[in-house]
């Protein structure tokens, strides 16, 4: 491992080392203009900086203006101003240049909160490939179900991206399975984040700044599941000393505190904090209900059920040279089933914890290193008689990271790095505990595995067209066997013209932890289970291709071809026994996966309607020998076309509309085709009739749901109160009220006239969710 | 009452719905149907039909069918005979038997194999055997504070490998009135291997009990439980794949020797 090491180190090095000197010597000017990207006020006293070998840092006038004098090449200039968000552009400098900068004040309210340093310059002379981003404004200004803004939600409106069905937040990226995404919180994996069975993701809103979806092209310091890589950040708490906003929405209501407690200090230290929670509150009107019902035999207790989730950021600048921030996440969900005889409740809910420090040794070498914890359980309890029931299963990890990043090397940013990471997985735990010990059971695996991996990645501007980002990683994990794995990770950047460039990127992934989903639904009850002897670890290799276009400022158009191999993905056996079962290994079978497809988006990113229109065709394949008779099948999240169009537009200051229409062909699913008479055993559950009856499933993906599509509106309406601000935000969700299918149920049918009690067949029936569903929203801030 | 009506609207703006769907399914290519369980004492008796398609609304039952049906153990060939007979009793259909009575061993491990031949030139086969029953059988009766009892089942079973089982309670008839019916595996033993489940609290004093526990082979117990995996997955979007297991090789369906104890208990 070691060895491997040191040669991509050297590569690096020597690479570097030949190109030392071999740039042209001629210097031109770059001029630029630094101003506030919300009032377009010139921002006086910002520091620009090359990032170079040897830096030159600038104060911009009362003009917002700077100017350098600079040989010619490509150059990354870092942006700072105090209550700004630290700016990073790239330039490529032939001949004297005018730039204008935008830099986004910190939060403080709507208006002025974060918006990535990914203008469309800046994309076009990326090497990354196939990332998406979605921004907490971006996010805020689109129609929500149920007025609950979901960030996630709004980045399955992106080219590639997938929802797993109406309404959720599960994702399919790019043909993979909803198991193969790894959600980061501030670095620390959620290992199921989701509430309320899907339907909202565990992201709240005013905790959260920005996500990054990463399809293709992966930096090296990511790795774990085959498909994407979300990585969510949360929103540093306001300079200022204190605010507290929140909202009331339908089923939930939001309260925010943020504030600075440094803010009198003039030395520059900060010390801020940014708390955001949630509840809803459903169960306050179905408890009402039930009281109201108690004398009423044949009232049935509706379950009562909420969730609730806090984050907690905190943050700690001592100097330029030492940031500490600690971020918090904790949500639960609960169910109760009061009417149930069991008393029977049901509760899961993540956990994620993390501690950072950010060091810069100096102007070329900087640090970050994490400690984190994650946490996810889940827990159904009952009681009957003596005998109290307990079936449950979680994941905890606890890793340590640490990124380093150097730029003292000319055109080169050199990434490097080491993880390591150890799990606890309490699988199918199944506990019967009787007030007579000989009663009393238990079943179910506890395994322990440790991980980890080292990284490097050179981002190198090999000339002013090509830019290389070359990286690896090397990767183990133990449990039962040790797996060494080597993930190389591969971009290329082609400028064809200033506004133009050609991408393409090849990257391996590898999964060493398994989601046992017994449905395509994201439920609480999928177990996690991680890499044995028997289950190797999953792979993927990916290449990809496309283009990025400026067009003008005004358009970004982006259009990118994949195709993606997967080698030993992991399913189950047909009846395998998934919530209670020591032997879950057994239940695995092994198999391989193919996806391609074409992504196109033309996104409109100057002006007052803003918006992007994505479109993907996709296929995507399985292959098992013990599913399906061997035969190759399209999974669930097999769609062959998407369409989204996403548009807002601000009519007033205090008026803007935005909406976002959603189409895509039918997923694969398995639908009966036939149907079988049986008897049973006499004086079992189906005796009641001569014959029972029984559908047969002959293949899987053999139908298509029918076409999907969606529209959503919202009008977000700024108040003016005395103090602070406020809004409401109106949605609709499926505006026209188009009644999509969720899933094909077939009843059977009565058939009372017959003497031998043969059943008279089925009736096709098209579930659907949601109909139409207005919400507002109330929204402050103080 | 407003508080009820407030929570009506609310839940009807996010409740689901449903409506007819008029669907092409894919074509199903009929298949060859063997059922045939065989009973220590009871004649050889199966259910020969074949697969139709799901949405046909023909009622008249497939089991028309010409064919020939072969159950052999040991040397012994016996050849199943077009035996139409309906057993309102326990409301059961067959259309091949045998008179001859199954002497079931349930230690000896002899296979038992089944041949269906039918006209369209459709061959099913499969094989099972019986197995040991179960030991320790026990039904007990616990009253809670309204005179109502649950039926603590408690077994053993002497083997060390994955073992599964049927449970299965009938109340105050041998046939009807099923209580208790459930697929049980190991994770229901405790640390002597015994097995305890319990009932709801559906006895009173002097009602029977009337049990019975099968010991499954896993081929018979995939087959049941993927049954029923089957069934629920017509009508339940979060259910796992519905495949039916079957036993039969070249067809469907299930052939299985049945490996039973059965005990009776009264409600003190």
Same mark, same amino acid.
């Given at each position: 491992?070691?060895?491997?090491?040191?040669?991509?180190?050297?590569?690096?090095?020597?690479?570097?080392?030949?190109?030392?000197?071999?740039? %042209?010597?001629?210097?031109?000017?770059?001029?630029?203009?630094?101003?506030?990207?919300?009032?377009?006020?010139?921002?006086?006293?910002?520091?620009?900086?090359?990032?170079?070998?040897?830096?030159?840092?600038?104060?911009?006038?009362?003009?917002?203006?700077?100017?350098?004098?600079?040989?010619?090449?490509?150059?990354?200039?870092?942006?700072?101003?105090?209550?700004?968000?630290?700016?990073?552009?790239?330039?490529?400098?032939?001949?004297?240049?005018?730039? %204008?900068?935008?830099?986004?004040?910190?939060?403080?309210?709507?208006?002025?909160?974060?918006?990535?340093?990914?203008?469309?310059?800046?994309?076009?002379?990326?090497?990354?490939?196939?990332?998406?981003?979605?921004?907490?404004?971006?996010?805020?200004?689109?129609?929500?179900?149920?007025?609950?803004?979901?960030?996630?939600?709004?980045?399955?409106?992106?080219?590639?991206?997938?929802?797993?069905?109406?309404?959720?937040?599960?994702?399919?990226?790019?043909?993979?399975?909803?198991?193969?995404?790894?959600?980061?919180?501030?670095?620390?994996?959620?290992?199921?984040?989701?509430?309320?069975?899907?339907?909202?993701?565990?992201?709240?809103?005013?905790?959260?700044?920005?996500?990054?979806?990463?399809?293709?092209?992966?930096?090296?310091?990511?790795?774990?599941?085959?498909?994407?890589?979300?990585?969510?950040?949360?929103?540093?708490?306001?300079?200022?000393?204190?605010?507290?906003?929140?909202?009331?929405?339908?089923?939930?209501?939001?309260?925010?505190?943020?504030?600075?407690?440094?803010?009198?200090?003039?030395?520059?230290?900060?010390?801020?904090?940014?708390?955001?929670?949630?509840?809803?509150?459903?169960?306050?009107?179905?408890?009402?209900?039930?009281?109201?019902?108690?004398?009423?035999?044949?009232?049935?207790?509706?379950?009562?059920?909420?969730?609730?989730?806090?984050?907690?950021?905190?943050?700690?600048?001592?100097?330029?040279?030492?940031?500490?921030?600690?971020?918090?996440?904790?949500?639960?969900?609960?169910?109760?089933?009061?009417?149930?005889?069991?008393?029977?409740?049901?509760?899961?809910?993540?956990?994620?914890?993390?501690?950072?420090?950010?060091?810069?040794?100096?102007?070329?070498?900087?640090?970050?290193?994490?400690?984190?914890?994650?946490?996810?359980?889940?827990?159904?309890?009952?009681?009957?008689?003596?005998?109290?029931?307990?079936?449950?299963?979680?994941?905890?990890?606890?890793?340590?990271?640490?990124?380093?990043?150097?730029?003292?090397?000319?055109?080169?940013?050199?990434?490097?790095?080491?993880?390591?990471?150890?799990?606890?997985?309490?699988?199918?735990?199944?506990?019967?505990?009787?007030?007579?010990?000989?009663?009393?059971?238990?079943?179910?695996?506890?395994?322990?595995?440790?991980?980890?991996?080292?990284?490097?990645?050179?981002?190198?501007?090999?000339?002013?067209?090509?830019?290389?980002?070359?990286?690896?990683?090397?990767?183990?994990?133990?449990?039962?066997?040790?797996?060494?794995?080597?993930?190389?990770?591969?971009?290329?950047?082609?400028?064809?013209?200033?506004?133009?460039?050609?991408?393409?990127?090849?990257?391996?992934?590898?999964?060493?932890?398994?989601?046992?989903?017994?449905?395509?639904?994201?439920?609480?009850?999928?177990?996690?289970?991680?890499?044995?002897?028997?289950?190797?670890?999953?792979?993927?290799?990916?290449?990809?291709?496309?283009?990025?276009?400026?067009?003008?400022?005004?358009?970004?158009?982006?259009?990118?071809?994949?195709?993606?191999?997967?080698?030993?993905?992991?399913?189950?056996?047909?009846?395998?026994?998934?919530?209670?079962?020591?032997?879950?290994?057994?239940?695995?079978?092994?198999?391989?996966?193919?996806?391609?497809?074409?992504?196109?988006?033309?996104?409109?990113?100057?002006?007052?309607?803003?918006?992007?229109?994505?479109?993907?065709?996709?296929?995507?394949?399985?292959?098992?020998?013990?599913?399906?008779?061997?035969?190759?099948?399209?999974?669930?999240?097999?769609?062959?076309? %998407?369409?989204?169009?996403?548009?807002?537009?601000?009519?007033?200051?205090?008026?803007?509309?935005?909406?976002?229409?959603?189409?895509?062909?039918?997923?694969?699913?398995?639908?009966?085709?036939?149907?079988?008479?049986?008897?049973?055993?006499?004086?079992?559950?189906?005796?009641?009739?001569?014959?029972?009856?029984?559908?047969?499933?002959?293949?899987?993906?053999?139908?298509?749901?029918?076409?999907?599509?969606?529209?959503?509106?919202?009008?977000?309406?700024?108040?003016?109160?005395?103090?602070?601000?406020?809004?409401?935000?109106?949605?609709?969700?499926?505006?026209?009220?188009?009644?999509?299918?969720?899933?094909?149920?077939?009843?059977?049918?009565?058939?009372?006239?017959?003497?031998?009690?043969?059943?008279?067949?089925?009736?096709?029936?098209?579930?659907?969710?949601?109909?139409?569903?207005?919400?507002?929203?109330?929204?402050?801030?103080? | 009452?407003?508080?009820?009506?407030?929570?009506?609207?609310?839940?009807?703006?996010?409740?689901?719905?449903?409506?007819?769907?008029?669907?092409?399914?894919?074509?199903?290519?009929?298949?060859?149907?063997?059922?045939?369980?065989?009973?220590?004492?009871?004649?050889?008796?199966?259910?020969?039909?074949?697969?139709?398609?799901?949405?046909?609304?023909?009622?008249?039952?497939?089991?028309?069918?010409?064919?020939?049906?072969?159950?052999?153990?040991?040397?012994?060939?016996?050849?199943?005979?077009?035996?139409?007979?309906?057993?309102?009793?326990?409301?059961?259909?067959?259309?091949?038997?045998?008179?001859?009575?199954?002497?079931?061993?349930?230690?000896?491990?002899?296979?038992?194999?089944?041949?269906?031949?039918?006209?369209?030139?459709?061959?099913?086969?499969?094989?099972?055997?019986?197995?040991?029953?179960?030991?320790?059988?026990?039904?007990?009766?616990?009253?809670?504070?309204?005179?109502?009892?649950?039926?603590?089942?408690?077994?053993?079973?002497?083997?060390?490998?994955?073992?599964?089982?049927?449970?299965?309670?009938?109340?105050?008839?041998?046939?009807?009135?099923?209580?208790?019916?459930?697929?049980?595996?190991?994770?229901?033993?405790?640390?002597?291997?015994?097995?305890?489940?319990?009932?709801?609290?559906?006895?009173?004093?002097?009602?029977?009990?009337?049990?019975?526990?099968?010991?499954?082979?896993?081929?018979?117990?995939?087959?049941?439980?993927?049954?029923?995996?089957?069934?629920?997955?017509?009508?339940?979007?979060?259910?796992?794949?519905?495949?039916?297991?079957?036993?039969?090789?070249?067809?469907?369906?299930?052939?299985?020797?049945?490996?039973?104890?059965?005990?009776?208990?009264?409600?003190?």
């Amino acid at each position: 491992m070691k060895i491997i090491f040191k040669i991509l180190l050297n590569a690096f090095l020597l690479c570097t080392a030949l190109h030392v000197g071999a740039q %042209e010597k001629k210097e031109c000017r770059l001029k630029g203009i630094v101003q506030n990207s919300t009032t377009n006020d010139f921002v006086e006293g910002a520091t620009v900086k090359t990032l170079t070998k040897k830096s030159k840092e600038i104060l911009t006038d009362a003009k917002g203006s700077f100017s350098y004098l600079l040989e010619v090449g490509i150059y990354k200039i870092e942006i700072t101003h105090v209550g700004f968000v630290r700016k990073t552009i790239s330039i490529n400098l032939s001949k004297d240049t005018l730039i %204008e900068i935008n830099l986004s004040a910190q939060s403080k309210d709507l208006e002025t909160v974060i918006v990535k340093a990914n203008d469309n310059k800046t994309k076009v002379l990326s090497a990354q490939v196939g990332v998406e981003s979605i921004d907490r404004k971006t996010a805020l200004l689109m129609p929500a179900i149920l007025g609950e803004v979901d960030i996630i939600k709004v980045l399955q409106l992106k080219p590639g991206v997938k929802n797993s069905g109406e309404g959720t937040s599960g994702i399919s990226v790019r043909g993979g399975g909803t198991d193969q995404n790894l959600f980061l919180l501030d670095g620390t994996v959620v290992y199921n984040p989701n509430h309320l069975f899907g339907f909202f993701s565990t992201f709240n809103i005013d905790a959260i700044k920005d996500v990054q979806l990463y399809k293709a092209g992966f930096p090296a310091e990511f790795s774990g599941r085959l498909s994407s890589i979300v990585d969510v950040n949360t929103l540093k708490g306001t300079d200022s000393a204190f605010s507290w906003g929140g909202g009331v929405g339908l089923i939930a209501s939001r309260l925010n505190v943020q504030g600075n407690l440094l803010h009198k200090k003039k030395d520059g230290r900060k010390l801020t904090y940014n708390i955001a929670g949630r509840r809803t509150y459903a169960d306050v009107f179905t408890k009402l209900i039930n009281e109201s019902n108690k004398n009423d035999s044949a009232f049935n207790k509706i379950p009562t059920y909420y969730f609730y989730d806090m984050n907690v950021r905190v943050d700690y600048l001592l100097s330029d040279k030492n940031q500490f921030f600690a971020s918090l996440y904790h949500g639960r969900d609960y169910f109760k089933f009061d009417s149930d005889v069991f008393g029977s409740t049901f509760g899961w809910g993540n956990t994620a914890a993390s501690a950072h420090w950010k060091h810069a040794f100096s102007n070329s070498l900087k640090l970050q290193s994490a400690l984190h914890f994650a946490d996810y359980n889940y827990a159904l309890a009952s009681k009957f008689d003596r005998f109290n029931f307990k079936i449950k299963s979680g994941v905890k990890e606890y890793s340590l990271t640490n990124k380093f990043t150097y730029t003292g090397f000319k055109n080169h940013q050199l990434k490097f790095g080491a993880d390591i990471f150890a799990n606890q997985f309490s699988i199918s735990k199944f506990n019967v505990n009787s007030t007579q010990a000989d009663e009393s059971l238990a079943s179910g695996e506890n395994i322990n595995t440790s991980e980890g991996g080292v990284f490097v990645s050179d981002d190198w501007d090999i000339s002013n067209k090509v830019k290389l980002n070359t990286g690896g990683r090397l990767t183990y994990f133990r449990n039962q066997k040790t797996y060494i794995g080597f993930e190389p990770r591969l971009s290329l950047r082609y400028l064809l013209m200033n506004a133009l460039s050609l991408k393409a990127s090849y990257s391996r992934m590898q999964q060493y932890k398994h989601l046992v989903a017994s449905s395509g639904a994201s439920l609480p009850t999928d177990i996690w289970y991680p890499s044995t002897e028997k289950i190797k670890p999953e792979l993927s290799d990916q290449v990809s291709v496309g283009f990025t276009w400026n067009v003008k400022d005004k358009f970004l158009i982006v259009n990118e071809v994949y195709y993606k191999w997967m080698r030993q993905l992991v399913d189950y056996k047909p009846g395998a026994n998934l919530i209670v079962n020591q032997n879950l290994e057994d239940e695995f079978v092994f198999g391989k996966g193919n996806s391609y497809g074409n992504e196109f988006s033309i996104e409109k990113t100057y002006g007052k309607l803003r918006g992007w229109l994505g479109y993907t065709l996709a296929w995507s394949t399985r292959q098992f020998d013990a599913i399906n008779n061997g035969k190759v099948f399209f999974p669930r999240f097999d769609r062959r076309h %998407e369409l989204s169009i996403v548009a807002s537009y601000p009519l007033s200051k205090r008026l803007t509309f935005s909406g976002s229409w959603t189409y895509y062909t039918g997923n694969a699913v398995s639908l009966p085709t036939g149907r079988t008479i049986g008897l049973d055993v006499t004086g079992t559950q189906d005796n009641n009739n001569f014959f029972n009856i029984s559908p047969v499933y002959p293949e899987r993906g053999n139908y298509r749901m029918p076409d999907y599509h969606r529209l959503d509106l919202a009008v977000i309406w700024k108040l003016r109160p005395r103090r602070g601000n406020s809004d409401l935000t109106f949605s609709a969700y499926n505006a026209y009220s188009r009644l999509n299918a969720y899933f094909i149920s077939f009843q059977q049918k009565k058939n009372a006239n017959n003497v031998a009690n043969i059943p008279g067949g089925y009736t096709p029936k098209a579930v659907t969710l949601f109909p139409i569903i207005p919400s507002i929203t109330y929204n402050f801030k103080f | 009452m407003n508080k009820k009506i407030f929570f009506y609207i609310y839940l009807l703006s996010i409740i689901a719905c449903s409506k007819d769907y008029d669907i092409k399914l894919p074509d199903n290519k009929s298949e060859l149907v063997v059922e045939c369980y065989l009973e220590n004492g009871q004649p050889m008796r199966a259910l020969i039909s074949e697969s139709t398609n799901l949405l046909d609304t023909s009622t008249t039952p497939p089991i028309f069918l010409q064919a020939l049906v072969i159950i052999s153990h040991g040397n012994v060939n016996d050849t199943l005979r077009p035996f139409p007979f309906v057993d309102t009793l326990r409301k059961k259909v067959y259309n091949y038997g045998s008179t001859k009575n199954v002497i079931a061993n349930y230690t000896n491990n002899q296979k038992y194999t089944i041949d269906v031949y039918d006209t369209k030139g459709r061959h099913a086969y499969g094989s099972t055997q019986f197995i040991d029953t179960v030991r320790g059988l026990s039904f007990t009766p616990i009253f809670n504070t309204e005179a109502k009892a649950y039926c603590l089942t408690k077994f053993s079973d002497n083997s060390p490998n994955a073992d599964y089982y049927r449970l299965v309670l009938n109340k105050n008839t041998l046939y009807d009135s099923v209580d208790i019916d459930v697929l049980i595996d190991n994770s229901f033993a405790n640390a002597n291997n015994e097995f305890i489940y319990g009932s709801g609290y559906n006895f009173k004093t002097g009602d029977v009990i009337n049990g019975r526990v099968f010991h499954l082979t896993h081929d018979y117990y995939l087959y049941l439980t993927t049954l029923q995996n089957a069934r629920a997955a017509l009508v339940n979007p979060f259910a796992v794949s519905g495949e039916v297991v079957s036993n039969m090789k070249g067809g469907l369906g299930v052939f299985a020797a049945l490996s039973y104890t059965r005990k009776s208990a009264i409600v003190p």
